[in-house]
């Protein structure tokens, strides 16, 4: 009876350690997109329909077929040691050699339940097409540039055909390091699928699963039940919406500038508390500053979605011109690109008390910006493709 039982016991925990598989599917809705390429990696972001373990193959671009050889694995490691099981899959590629492309594939393996780590009900597995369609490449930051190229865009609020236009050159794309989205490219997050629909979606089929994208909110981007769930969307290389990167020795700081009315205004509802967040971020900014690579750093540029403003402000100008001017003024900026007014603007060093240009993009144009070490230079094209304003520092 004992040795019956015992064998009851050793098949009821085989069949429960036993892999178990549903039929359940997963597919990309959103993506990949790239971000925070640097010189030995960088980060695929994309989204699923079903909850899945994600992971990325890379293979550098050379003549073989990517099924030449097994291809490294990838995994998200924001669970620090647990495979996320997530719809948003965030994986950081690392260990890749400088200035060098490579092909890279989403992979995804859907799970149906997770009861517990002896209990997971796994669906099928998904894995990019390498058969009729290429796979997405991306070319890591060399050690130097002689030149910085970038576009920029913002305020688009929602217009997600004319952020279609504004990237449909594929080869004008190809030669931007990246591009940067400065704010309000939605207007009210009510859903967070305004998020893919209106902004990821279209930017991924365009540029963005080949051409970094980086991002920073609008005032715009704190309205609506979701908004807050766009910061699961990008993978911002300090864990916040305000962080640094360089290309080269350009100096790239991007600021999160907050709401255009003081938190206490009946149109917030008591939904925000971003003014001592600001404080926050003063407080870093003013450690960025005080760091040798800005110190270091052969140009410096400030991103910020609302511009400092002194006169006929808004609160959030205010704010602008008020917390962060006093740290930026003395720290030697080249240049500051703005957004929010939806018309285009260049100001001089020393207009509305900044100690640098401020150049402000219009709402339905695409600004084109070179950085060497003699000037600045911008462009700026309208969904047509017709160059409206151009501008040297
Ligand atoms: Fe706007
Ligand atoms: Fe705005």
């Given at each position: 009876?004992?040795?019956?039982?015992?064998?009851?016991?050793?098949?009821?925990?085989?069949?429960?350690?036993?892999?178990?598989?549903?039929s359940?599917?997963v597919?990309?809705?959103?993506?990949?997109?790239?971000?925070?390429v640097?010189?030995t990696?960088?980060?695929?972001?994309?989204v699923?329909?079903?909850?899945?373990?994600?992971?990325?193959?890379?293979?550098?671009?050379?003549?073989?077929?990517?099924?030449?050889?097994?291809?490294?694995?990838f995994?998200?490691?924001?669970?620090c040691?647990?495979?996320?099981?997530?719809?948003?899959?965030?994986?950081?590629?690392?260990?890749?050699?400088?200035?060098?492309?490579?092909?890279?594939r989403?992979?995804?393996?859907?799970?149906?339940?997770?009861?517990?780590?002896?209990?997971?009900?796994?669906?099928?597995?998904?894995?990019a097409?390498?058969?009729?369609?290429?796979?997405?490449?991306?070319?890591?930051?060399?050690?130097?540039?002689?030149?910085?190229?970038?576009?920029?865009?913002?305020?688009?609020?929602?217009?997600?055909?004319?952020?279609?236009?504004?990237?449909?050159?594929?080869?004008?794309?190809k030669?931007?390091?990246f591009?940067?989205?400065?704010?309000?490219?939605?207007?009210?997050?009510?859903?967070?699928?305004?998020?893919?629909?209106?902004?990821?979606?279209?930017?991924?089929?365009?540029?963005?699963?080949?051409?970094?994208?980086?991002?920073?909110?609008?005032?715009?981007?704190?309205?609506?039940?979701?908004?807050?769930?766009?910061?699961?969307?990008?993978?911002?290389?300090?864990?916040?919406?305000?962080?640094?990167?360089?290309?080269?020795?350009v100096?790239f700081?991007?600021?999160?500038?907050?709401?255009?009315k003081?938190?206490?205004?009946?149109e917030?509802?008591?939904?925000?508390?971003?003014?001592?967040?600001?404080?926050?971020?003063?407080?870093?900014?003013?450690?960025?500053?005080?760091?040798?690579?800005?110190?270091?750093?052969?140009?410096?540029?400030?991103f910020?979605?609302?511009?400092?403003?002194?006169?006929?402000?808004?609160?959030?100008?205010?704010?602008?011109a008020?917390?962060?001017?006093p740290?930026?003024?003395?720290?030697?900026?080249?240049?500051?690109?703005?957004?929010?007014?939806?018309?285009?603007?260049?100001?001089?060093?020393?207009e509305h008390?900044?100690a640098?240009p401020?150049?402000i993009?219009?709402?339905?144009?695409?600004?084109?910006?070179?950085?060497?070490?003699?000037?600045i230079s911008?462009?700026?094209?309208?969904?047509?493709?017709?160059?409206?304003?151009?501008?040297?520092?």
């Open positions: 009876m004992k040795r019956i039982l015992t064998a009851l016991i050793l098949t009821f925990a085989a069949v429960t350690l036993s892999a178990q598989e549903s359940v599917l597919n990309v809705v959103c993506g990949p997109f790239v971000q925070n640097t010189t990696g960088f980060t695929v972001v994309w699923s329909d079903n909850d899945a373990i994600g992971w990325v193959e890379v293979a550098p671009k050379d003549e073989q077929h990517f099924y030449y050889a097994e291809r490294p694995k995994y998200d490691m924001s669970g040691g647990i495979k996320p099981v997530n719809k948003i899959h965030k994986v950081q590629v690392t260990g890749l050699e400088p200035g060098k492309t490579y092909r890279y989403v992979m995804m393996k859907a799970v149906d339940h997770y009861y517990s780590q002896l209990d997971i009900v796994y669906g099928k597995e998904y894995g097409n390498t058969y009729t369609a290429a796979l997405p490449e991306i070319t890591t930051q060399k050690e130097s540039y002689k030149e910085v190229r970038f576009a920029m865009v913002n305020d688009l609020h929602e217009k997600d055909s004319i952020l279609r236009s504004l990237f449909s050159d594929e080869k004008r794309n030669g931007f390091d591009v940067f989205f400065n704010g309000d490219m939605t207007s009210t997050i009510s859903d967070e699928a305004k998020i893919m629909n209106h902004v990821l979606i279209p930017a991924s089929e365009t540029f963005a699963s080949y051409c970094p994208l980086y991002f920073t909110r609008g005032n715009h981007e704190f309205r609506g039940k979701d908004a807050i769930k766009i910061l699961d969307y990008y993978a911002f290389p300090e864990g916040k919406p305000y962080y640094t990167f360089t290309y080269g020795d100096f700081l991007v600021m999160d500038s907050g709401e255009d003081p938190d206490s205004d009946i917030y509802q008591d939904a925000y508390c971003t003014e001592p967040y600001l404080l926050q971020e003063a407080e870093w900014m003013k450690g960025v500053v005080a760091s040798d690579a800005w110190k270091k750093a052969k140009r410096r540029i400030v910020s979605h609302i511009p400092p403003d002194t006169k006929n402000a808004w609160h959030g100008n205010y704010n602008m008020t917390i962060f001017l740290i930026l003024n003395a720290a030697g900026v080249d240049l500051m690109l703005c957004g929010h007014y939806h018309h285009y603007y260049s100001r001089k060093k020393g008390d900044a640098f401020v150049v993009n219009s709402n339905c144009e695409r600004m084109e910006v070179s950085v060497t070490d003699s000037k911008m462009e700026v094209y309208d969904a047509d493709g017709k160059k409206v304003h151009t501008l040297s520092l």
